[in-house]
């Protein structure tokens, strides 16, 4: 394959996801409790219910409505360990405080390196102020260094992944704190 | 013998090729799309890797991704089982130029067997009995009754473009022919927007009959019997038997001898299935070869005792066949019920959580599944999510241990094709074994009414 | 045939005779306990009766309550299973008395393979060699010195009210006899008030070797094949295979006919097992027939597709056996764990709930279980809850599907033998065969410390 | 057997068992949550209930609406409401007004006669008044006539199972009203 091909390639992966809070806190559910949340919160909707809780296995949702006319506020607890394991991200799992901030997760399956080459600075630190666009790390895929951009401007908070080690698709590799853009 | 074995697919056959590695001692790495985090491939496996959301395009099919995933955890061959990259030539070949072993057929094999016209060919120049057709699309009236006065009647006209029973025309005699031939190319020009027809020998009721090839590196082919999947709806196989109630000792030397024929004169390796149409004259045709393990592979396993995922596996490890022809003794008979996520009437697909779940068992009694108590089957994918095989010492034997086993098994939650396959089994004519392709629509219609 | 059979028994060998009649298209009534209302073998059967109350005496042996079940719901015999009332020869009596038919062997049968000296003595008119012994208890030393010259040494001398290893000698030579004959006699009569000893030749390693018979009722008999069962813990069988590691083609024909010798001997009807002692040196002794099925009998229907428990009916049915010796063939090896709800260091039973279970599955793996999800296991019956089968083409085959089984199973709630067999089938002298009625206590032994 | 022994086995096989209201009464849960749910609203709906709760097995549920003025809590026994349901007999389910009332069981398998012979008045109707060790029916088994005795003095206030059909271990005979003994 030829470098153009590599630089379209890599444009073209170049995919950062952003998990929200709420989407963070899903490591905690099941697949199955996942599918059965619409159908609880329909209940909680159909029947003019203030409140649920439902806890099966382990895990334990509660949705609570402030009276009839204030937005639906879904709390979730973080589920204890069960054979329902969450998510298991090999490397760095997630932090657990996550409000407001921002993961920044593979698009790709590959090896994670922080800097261009072995003797090269990393991209970024932790604290460090990126804007959107910036490169952040490279992962390493079928013999192509593949950019990852940071999507948004914002703060460093964490580096959640290990240079050179692998890494799967969405798994977080940086936590960003958008409200600190500066 | 490889070290490690990443398998490139989800559900039961990732499941099944698992059980492979772990009994020959290779370790595993599973796949899995980010919906498939919890799924029973996923947690029987050595390792796991996430390799895209749950669109199997971005994820089972992303060869990048899948690649990546075989670097990073360093296994040196990738079983693709069934569907998503089985028969991707391209695949199969990037797989290869990287040194990553490809456990099945070779991608020209793929790419041979994949072009059917090409596949056709070599057949045709080898002697093998093809479906008689005309060669290509007919111009004209005049080349459809050559063509069909060729083949004798009844013919079937079919739209190049077409599918689904659109453009067909089953003529019985020439008289019907010409205002066949052009009815159908009308309605093939207005269904499809191309009027390109061609003709094949119609069969009434016919079987579809496949035989099991196991080929090595070195060229060594054997077959293991034949398999009766005649139980389809719609092209897709819902029960599958061995062996089969119309071959005899002699068609089933002399169907695979020509499947042996065939796979050689492709250079055929690894494991793979030829299908033959069989009439109700005891001929058969070939149609295709199925280049991979088939979903109904089991029921060769039951009656030859023959594991074909590890055979798979040694012969990509370039071992030679560990036995010969005449060691390969069928006994007794198999059958396999697909049980689909499915609405048993509508055959609408029914994914959903399973809250109750529970495994038929004992004597002669298989089942193929990854799914367990509390599995989402989820509706990005393939609707099968068991296989309920069963082994008897005779073909009564086998259909009465699958009317219990059927009885046993439990699954709530969702709907499955279960219930059919009680009526099935309890239909007279199915337990004759007077059954043909066109059995189970026929079946269904009576049922209906 | 018979047209409805009650099944006196629970857990999973009352699931697998009803397995067995729904294939034959026969219909079952189950009995149970008040505390077995929920469990599988009731609702799996057509009918079911509570019979008594938890304690077994009272309800699964309690003969009045059993066969007045088996009249009012109309049953036309009764299949015993094993325990219970399986060797009861009242029973059996009983049974014939009243016009229902006892699936199993004569009461005669029954009462005479139950008297351990009767059936001694009939073999040894019949010239099979028996385990070398003293006739019946010694009184003094000089008989003591006669009975072991006889016999050879080593011998062992045994109390005849003992058990449990106490008042037992092992004796290796004329020059030890006296004084561990007058030990063993003070031990027997200070530990059980009772002086009588015996002698008889002590075995360094012996196996135990099974050969599973079938009569029918005009007297043909048919072995199939060994069974190697030295893997025991107090004389409880843990896991058990065949064929026997130690028994090669020529033995298993000379064993075999001297097992259908010995049921010919004794007039036996229906299936049964002849138990032997298998030296090192290939020699074997007749130790006992056990007129019943029994918890291993899997294996074998394994390795020759033969399902005992339909020959058991069919036979009882007064049809005659539907095959001859040389019909049957032993194919490929398969093993058998039992997983008891014990704690597997120590071996207290562990009644409870199962809070989760999920069974292993795929090729060559068979699960004869009563367990599901939310099964309570109950303090007061057998604490076999499952029996994990295995067939493979070979030993290692058979062994390695084992291994992966094992790690599949999923019993939560409850402890199981399960670790241990994982430990027992990864052991290197298990691997390679290399066991006997010594292994498991020097295993465990070992693992212990 | 001689006829001493019958009446020694009569005798000896009378244990007629109390069936208390606990465990006659099912709150006709399944158990199966999904299920359950739809069945829990109702409850929560049609009784006016501020607040629900149910655990059973792992699973537990807690249902709330705001705006009933009532502050009651029902609290359901977790216990009957499983897998493990309560035993059942197979032609006379348990009535629901069992209240003070005293359930006579088989205490063997057999037929059940009302009357010694079929031409014979029956030994008791409903509405009678039984002493304590008054003959109530036979069970039929092994050609055995086995006398059924009260152990208590009360009023047969139903006739559970039918005559001449087969009873189980524990099948309901009858209900007694031990308040009504007079």
Excluded at chain 2, 12 to 34: F, M, N, Q, Y
Excluded at chain 2, 53 to 76: F, K, M, Q
Excluded at chain 2, 223 to 240: A, H, N, W
């Amino acid at each position: 394959m030829s470098p153009s091909r590599k630089r379209a390639r890599s444009k073209k992966t170049r995919r950062p996801t952003v998990t929200l809070p709420a989407r963070a806190g899903s490591n905690g559910l099941s697949g199955d409790l996942r599918a059965d949340i619409p159908h609880l919160v329909d209940l909680l909707k159909r029947h003019g219910l203030a409140e649920l809780e439902w806890e099966c296995e382990g895990f334990r949702i509660r949705l609570r409505r402030e009276g009839s006319a204030s937005p639906m506020v879904v709390a979730m607890d973080s589920a204890p360990a069960s054979a329902e394991a969450p998510l298991e991200s090999r490397t760095a799992p997630a932090p657990n405080d996550t409000s407001g901030k921002v993961t920044i997760a593979s698009p790709i399956v590959g090896t994670f390196y922080r800097s261009p080459s072995p003797d090269a600075d990393a991209y970024v630190e932790e604290g460090d102020l990126v804007k959107k666009g910036q490169v952040l790390c490279i992962v390493e895929a079928m013999k192509l260094m593949n950019e990852i951009e940071s999507e948004m401007d914002g703060r460093i908070v964490k580096i959640l992944a290990e240079s050179t080690k692998p890494v799967e698709y969405g798994q977080p590799l940086f936590l960003l704190d958008p409200e600190s853009a500066g | 013998m490889f070290k490690k074995v990443l398998i490139a697919n989800r559900g039961e056959i990732a499941l099944r090729v698992i059980r492979a590695c772990k009994e020959l001692g290779i370790k595993t790495v599973a796949i899995h799309s980010d919906v498939d985090t919890q799924s029973l491939h996923v947690r029987t496996a050595d390792e796991h890797i996430c390799v895209g959301p749950a669109d199997g395009a971005l994820s089972y099919r992303n060869i990048p991704n899948v690649l990546s995933a075989a670097e990073i955890t360093g296994a040196d061959a990738i079983h693709p089982g069934y569907g998503f990259l089985a028969e991707n030539a391209h695949f199969a070949e990037v797989c290869e130029s990287v040194g990553i072993k490809f456990i099945g057929p070779t991608s020209e094999n793929i790419a041979a067997m994949g072009d059917k016209a090409k596949a056709r060919e070599i057949m045709i120049r080898r002697g093998i009995p093809v479906m008689p057709g005309s060669q290509g699309e007919l111009r004209n009236e005049s080349e459809a009754l050559e063509a069909a006065r060729k083949i004798g009647f009844p013919v079937i006209i079919k739209a190049s473009a077409g599918g689904g029973g659109r453009g067909m025309r089953v003529v019985n005699k020439e008289d019907d022919l010409f205002r066949a031939f052009q009815a159908a190319q009308a309605e093939a020009k207005s269904t499809f927007g191309n009027d390109g027809v061609y003709l094949e020998r119609y069969f009434i009721e016919p079987r579809h009959i496949e035989v099991q090839v196991l080929a090595d590196e070195r060229g060594r082919v054997v077959f293991l019997g034949e398999r009766d999947c005649s139980i389809q709806r719609r092209y897709q196989k819902l029960v599958e038997e061995t062996p089969s109630p119309a071959v005899d000792e002699r068609l089933r030397r002399e169907i695979g001898k020509v499947a042996v024929d065939a796979v050689k004169a492709a250079h055929y390796r690894n494991a793979g299935t030829v299908e033959f149409l069989l009439d109700k004259d005891q001929n058969f045709y070939f149609m295709e070869v199925n280049a991979r393990i088939q979903v109904e592979h089991p029921v060769t396993e039951m009656v030859t005792g023959i594991d074909l995922i590890k055979e798979q596996i040694r012969i990509a490890a370039g071992l030679p066949l560990a036995f010969r022809q005449q060691d390969i003794r069928i006994t007794g008979h198999s059958f396999e019920c697909r049980i689909n996520a499915e609405c048993p009437d509508k055959f609408t697909p029914c994914p959903g959580l399973v809250t109750r779940y529970h495994q038929p068992g004992g004597f002669g009694v298989r089942v193929d599944s990854a799914m367990q108590l509390n599995s989402t089957v989820v509706p990005h994918y393939d609707s099968l999510i068991a296989k309920l095989i069963t082994h008897g010492q005779n073909r009564e034997e086998a259909m009465a241990r699958m009317r219990r086993a059927l009885d046993e098994f439990v699954i709530e939650g969702i709907k499955t094709t279960i219930p059919l396959h009680r009526r099935i089994f309890n239909d007279a004519e199915f337990q004759k074994g007077r059954i043909s392709t066109g059995f189970l629509e026929r079946f269904l219609a009576n049922h209906a009414a």
